[in-house]
DNA sequence: CTCCGTGCAAAAAATTTGCAACTCA
DNA sequence: TGAGTTGCAAATTTTTTGCACGGAG
């Protein structure tokens, strides 16, 4: 599926600034680099595409109620946002040089899918970060 | 160890505000709630205690750097604290109601150890937290 | 023409900081 | 006493909202 697709299965329209938004975000995907929404701002104004900060915030809100893209809160006062990915992936996140490296563990998944079971609760979302620092 | 000796050790002195402030948290350690700088405000202020707001902040953030109170941000705009407590627990956030569930499983910290390591890590601070919901 | 979307500016919400007054050790 | 603390107000930072204009069908 295109992120044309994508968007107008959304129900909105595939408009210059959202498109624009996409791709900013598509250059991060193999990266595991995380952008903020004045991050994603700062690119599209250097590259001369002159967006609102406001629809920035607009679109971004827009695409993480679609599942285009996901919302992280790892702990400074602002969230960061990556293009949702089909396999789910915990994060670790270097507290010296702020590098974050995605993972996935389907055994910790089971664990924590059987714990919210025992709790009657089903799972609808994760958020893993482990924060950790180069072994001496 | 005393809330006092806590404060004192961390080479803070153990004022008034800061004693009102580790109260109302320590009413909360069983209950599983957390609270956001101005929840506990707006509590010491029903006590008829005045302690500014920007004292409850400057507070939590030196609590948190002595290791006495953790910061979690859940998804909200603010972040919530919790008195720092022996075992590491991981939280369930209910999407439907709030509620939060604190779990503890010896197997996930391990997984998620062997992977940290094996990527040349070492873990200093976990984050993790299911949303979940009833099971209909 | 109508609706959806956008930019801009103002508004909110969360948190931090400057500074004079105050307090605990 | 005197370094560490506090309250208040002002400043920042992050995000949201109101509104008039603009573009696609």
Redesign the pocket.
């Given at each position: 599926m295109s992120t044309q697709d994508a968007v107008k299965k959304a129900?909105?329209?595939a408009?210059?600034?959202?498109m624009l938004i996409l791709e900013v975000l598509a250059k991060t995907i193999d990266s595991e680099v995380h952008l903020?929404?004045?991050d994603i701002y700062k690119d599209l104004l250097t590259s001369g595409d002159?967006?609102?900060?406001?629809?920035v915030?607009?679109?971004l809100?827009q695409f993480e109620s679609a599942g285009i893209v996901t919302r992280h809160n790892f702990e400074?006062?602002?969230?960061v946002y990556e293009m949702t990915q089909d396999h789910h992936h915990d994060h670790m996140v270097c507290v010296d040089t702020g590098k974050t490296i995605e993972f996935h563990d389907p055994e910790i998944e089971k664990k924590q899918d059987d714990i919210a079971a025992s709790h009657g609760y089903e799972i609808v979302d994760r958020s893993s970060v482990i924060f950790v620092k180069k072994t001496d």
């Amino acid at each position: 599926m295109s992120t044309q697709d994508a968007v107008k299965k959304a129900g909105l329209k595939a408009t210059l600034p959202r498109m624009l938004i996409l791709e900013v975000l598509a250059k991060t995907i193999d990266s595991e680099v995380h952008l903020s929404a004045e991050d994603i701002y700062k690119d599209l104004l250097t590259s001369g595409d002159d967006v609102g900060l406001a629809t920035v915030y607009r679109v971004l809100s827009q695409f993480e109620s679609a599942g285009i893209v996901t919302r992280h809160n790892f702990e400074e006062g602002h969230s960061v946002y990556e293009m949702t990915q089909d396999h789910h992936h915990d994060h670790m996140v270097c507290v010296d040089t702020g590098k974050t490296i995605e993972f996935h563990d389907p055994e910790i998944e089971k664990k924590q899918d059987d714990i919210a079971a025992s709790h009657g609760y089903e799972i609808v979302d994760r958020s893993s970060v482990i924060f950790v620092k180069k072994t001496d």
